[in-house]
């Protein structure tokens, strides 16, 4: 912890997942007009695709959603273009060679987060107050999750024990 927080918090449950799927970014909503009214909804690619997503989730949900306040780690690992030279591909697999191309951390984050909170591993993606996401190359497209729930005080009591530590 930094000095920021004093206090180390209580971890009260931890999920770690790895998905064998190249990362991809959640695609924008469309609108639609209704005679004088306008709507939203999303497009059929991001439905099948989060589908997809949410398949390859089913076996870590938790039997009940996390209640507390929520740390996301996660890294989207993205295989090396096959169109690149070997010295790239070398360099991109030692961490030399970043990977700074679309699609954007925020969307793919956004994706993720869209279909943990479908699933019911937590109520609301409010309650992440801390979130960290990595965009590098691998030699295999994959999501790297981890989501820590973390005791918050309910009361003073629990606020002075939490306190002392």
């Given at each position: 912890m930094s000095d920021l927080f004093p206090v180390k918090p209580k971890i009260i449950s931890e999920i770690t997942m790895e998905l064998l799927i190249i990362p991809t970014a959640q695609r924008r909503v469309r609108f639609r007009s209704y005679g004088k009214f306008v709507g939203t909804?999303?497009?059929?690619?991001?439905?099948?695709?989060?589908?997809?997503?949410?398949?390859?989730?089913?076996?870590?949900?938790?039997?009940?959603?996390m209640m507390g306040a929520i740390e996301l780690t996660m890294r989207a690992v993205f295989p090396v273009p096959a169109s690149k030279p070997q010295w790239w591909a070398d360099a991109a697999l030692s961490g030399a060679i970043s990977h700074i191309k679309k699609p954007d951390k925020d969307n793919i984050e956004k994706n993720i987060l869209d279909c943990l909170q479908?699933?019911?591993?937590?109520?609301n993606d409010s309650q992440i107050f801390r979130s960290k996401t990595e965009k590098c190359y691998g030699e295999k497209?994959?999501?790297?999750?981890?989501?820590?729930?973390?005791?918050?005080?309910?009361?003073?009591?629990?606020?002075?024990?939490?306190?002392?530590?």
């Open positions: 909804h999303k497009a059929p690619e991001q439905v099948k695709a989060e589908d997809f997503i949410m398949d390859y989730l089913k076996p870590y949900v938790p039997e009940n959603p479908t699933m019911g591993f937590f109520k497209g994959m999501w790297k999750i981890r989501l820590r729930e973390y005791q918050v005080p309910q009361s003073k009591k629990e606020y002075r024990e939490f306190m002392k530590g």
